[in-house]
């Protein structure tokens, strides 16, 4: 069987181009049978309101790949607000403090870890981010000419998991930060946070770009007025780090940054095609890396600090990190209580785009769902995250860690694949990808090396992995390596099994 081929024109065809890392991909795919949500409201009432949010610009599409003449963004700068209101949180302020916290690194260890790993970990995000604007496909979706169409569904469930932990951290860590101004309940801090989340993730990319382009400036006043009535407290206890204490924070730090990939291209599929991919990677490197690496070095000094000042002690008690920020801002009198509130609802611009990825996470996973207008989805799935948070919420600061070492192992195995299949097997030409066949099963990979890659990866990463409930034999040494396992190993072993794969079904 031959290799399947899109429809191009000529014009088109003469400007498919080698790929060159990060060069123009001056390549225009179009869809001659693009298929939209096919669910029909039942009832009149339901009919009405759904056309009427469709009258709104409400968002219905989900997986459904973004047809040539509807790729009109060329606000191309919208990618980096996306990323850097993503990240311009309290969650990157809580992952650095990990490093001192439950790595026992000192201040100096802890910002090099965070600087070197986050600049290297930021490379599969941003770089995948520029394949929305090539094929119009959301990342998972985009996964199928790797893993399958059935194959697709593992790291469809993946992607659900990691969204629902990262959200569901996210909102406890906003709940603890209006909790610690109101007299409230964490619960009810954590259904405000899930409430404006699920309507920004509602209405859909367009409301989404305006929330991100908006929600980072009063996070960055908040931040800086904590680095300026804080600073002067900040002290370094240098210990001696082993590499072990080195590579498990460094794992964490991983963890966090990694997972971005499997929804980067979500943001980016109505982007003009014939945008700069190096333009594109540069807004989404700089839009990842500068907010997380500052708000983690922050992180990792208020934890180096907080147990010599006794307010601060007081406040971040058991990991509340909420608690403790507030404490940092308490020489700011009544005016902390404002920033607090903008701190808290500073989560949500990392909740809502989760949200947003995550329905189209589960259409993967569940194809029939992409018959369901997204923002149907957005409601299920901010509904699960508000539950799980509340039932969860007085058990965070060690599922913080448990998890973002975790999520490291399978996004790097899944990041690993996808990229050797575009930049070796298809040379690195969107051109190569059968654009009309998305959702026809006979006419994708089988996917049977992509599943088989990345359990191999996953199943050596524990032999390097190092958590609560298990450490192996090489973590016991060196420490947490299983990330870098996990893509080493995939790497090496999907070539030969994806020559086996394509000698057996013919593509």
């Known amino acids: 069987m031959s290799q399947h081929h899109p429809q191009y024109s000529m014009e088109d065809r003469a400007n498919i181009i080698v790929f060159n890392p990060m060069n123009s991909f001056d390549e225009k795919p179009s869809f ?136 569901i951290l996210n909102i406890i860590l906003g709940g603890q930060a209006l909790a610690s101004i109101a007299k409230m309940s964490w619960t009810v801090g954590i259904v405000i946070i899930s409430v404006i989340s699920l309507v920004v993730s509602f209405c859909g990319l367009k409301v989404l770009n305006w929330y991100q382009n908006c929600i980072w400036v ?115 009198g009544g005016f902390s209580k404002v920033l607090m509130v903008f701190l808290s609802l500073s989560v949500t611009a990392t909740i809502a785009p989760t949200i947003y990825s995550m329905c189209l996470a589960l259409q993967t996973l569940v194809p029939p769902l992409a018959a369901v207008p997204r923002y149907v989805l957005s409601v299920f799935a901010a509904t699960v995250i508000t539950v799980l948070a509340i039932a969860g919420q007085h058990k965070f600061y060690a599922a913080l860690s448990n998890f973002l070492g975790i999520i490291g192992y399978w996004a790097g195995a899944f990041v690993s694949v996808i990229c050797v299949e575009h930049l070796y097997f298809r040379k690195g030409k969107f051109a190569l990808y059968d654009l009309q066949s998305w959702n026809v099963p006979s006419q994708l990979p089988l996917g049977a090396a992509a599943l088989a890659a990345s359990l191999s990866g996953f199943a050596l990463a524990t032999t390097s992995m190092n958590q ?40």
């Open 218 to 332: 009063p996070c960055l006043v908040v931040f800086v007025v904590v680095t300026g009535v804080s600073g002067e407290h900040f002290a370094d206890t240098p210990a001696p780090a082993t590499v072990a204490q080195i590579f498990n924070f460094g794992a964490t730090i991983a963890g966090y940054m990694i997972p971005w990939s499997a929804l980067s291209s979500d943001y980016t599929a109505y982007f003009h095609p014939r945008v700069s991919s190096w333009r594109i990677f540069a807004y989404s490197y700089l839009g990842l890396n500068i907010p997380t690496i500052s708000l983690q070095c922050l992180g990792a000094a208020a934890a180096i600090s907080a147990p010599s000042i006794p307010g601060w002690k007081a406040g971040y008690g058991d990991g509340n990190v909420g608690g403790l920020l507030n404490a940092m801002l308490s020489p700011v």
């Open 468 to 507: 609560v409930w298990y450490t192996g034999p090489i973590a016991r040494k060196i420490g947490d390596i299983g990330f870098g396992v996990a893509i080493a190993v995939a790497t090496f072993c999907y070539i030969p099994l994806r020559y086996l794969e394509k000698r057996w079904r013919g593509f």
């Open 32 to 167: 001659e049978n693009e298929v939209t949500p096919t669910w029909t409201p039942s009832g009149s009432a339901s009919r009405f309101l759904s056309e009427k949010l469709s009258s709104w610009g409400v968002e219905a599409r989900g997986i459904h790949p973004v047809a040539v003449e509807d790729k009109t963004e060329k606000h191309f700068i919208k990618i980096f607000f996306v990323w850097l209101s993503a990240n311009m949180n309290i969650l990157p302020f809580a992952s650095g403090t990990l490093g001192p916290a439950m790595f026992g690194l000192g201040l100096r260890d802890s910002c090099l870890v965070i600087l070197f790993f986050n600049l290297i970990c930021a490379i599969p995000p941003a770089y995948l981010t520029t394949w929305g604007a090539k094929l119009g496909f959301r990342q998972l979706c985009a996964s199928r000419y790797t893993f399958g169409y059935y194959g697709a569904m593992v790291p469809g469930l993946l992607a659900v998991a990691a969204g629902l932990g990262f959200s």
